[in-house]
T-cell receptor
């Protein structure tokens, strides 16, 4: 596989559920990102990992919990989400936070 | 915080027409990027610009990095149906060797004229 792969592509979860989103990159990049994309809003940066260390958390609620076990994998653990958290969650990677982030296809999350 | 104003928000194209969209910022950037997003997919990088005044082409796409470093435009010539999608501009500032985050515009949605 090449590029950035995200699973699942679609997820429907109840507000009391716990689920995880997975991202894997096969590009040898060392920075990875989670973005949230909602309708009519710019892409919102959630978390940044550089060499497996979290370097940014953009005031994201604690019901979103990232994990980066190595520079190729990134997870977003979800628990007790709200309906307004429904959105497309995009993972991206880059080489040392330089230009040209490569995005995955996203996970379309619906919270019911 | 930094914001990018991207316009137009949406536009309709007829095959063969030229299309133009732009992005402005209240802050300077030293990298401008243009991405396209198809339905159900993530954004894909189209063009990257690194120097003020730079004009770069990628096939029928041409983008320019504004002289003031606060704006950029993207032109699509002789549009075709597969050009429909959402186009995003993004700016990045490098400060003292440290790469800033990408700041994205809200997107320009291109649709086919009915």
């Amino acid at each position: 596989e090449t590029g950035v792969t995200q699973t699942p592509r679609h997820l429907v979860m109840g507000m009391t559920n716990k689920k995880s989103l997975k991202c894997e990159q096969h590009l040898g990049h060392n920075a990875m990102y989670w973005y949230k994309q909602s309708a009519k809003k710019p892409l919102e940066l959630m978390f940044v990992y550089n060499f497996k260390e979290q370097t940014e958390n953009n005031s994201v609620p604690s019901r979103f919990s990232p994990e980066c076990p190595n520079s190729s994998h990134l997870f977003l653990h979800l628990h007790t989400l709200q309906p307004e958290d429904s959105a497309l969650y995009l993972c991206a990677s880059s080489q040392e936070r330089s230009y040209g982030y490569t995005f995955g296809s996203g996970t379309r999350l619906t919270v019911v | 915080g930094q914001q990018l104003n991207q316009s137009p928000q949406s536009m309709f194209i007829q095959e063969g027409e030229d299309v133009s969209m732009n992005c402005t910022s209240s802050s300077i950037f030293n990298t401008w990027l243009w991405y396209k997003q198809d339905p159900g997919e993530g954004p894909v990088l189209l063009i990257a610009l690194y120097k003020a005044g730079e004009l770069t082409s990628n096939g029928r796409l041409t983008a320019q990095f504004g002289i003031t470093r606060k704006d950029s435009f993207l032109n699509i010539s002789a549009s075709i149906p597969s050009d429909v999608g959402i186009y995003f501009c993004a700016g990045q500032l490098t400060d003292g060797g440290s790469q800033g985050n990408l700041i994205f515009g809200k997107g320009t949605k291109l649709s086919v004229k009915p």
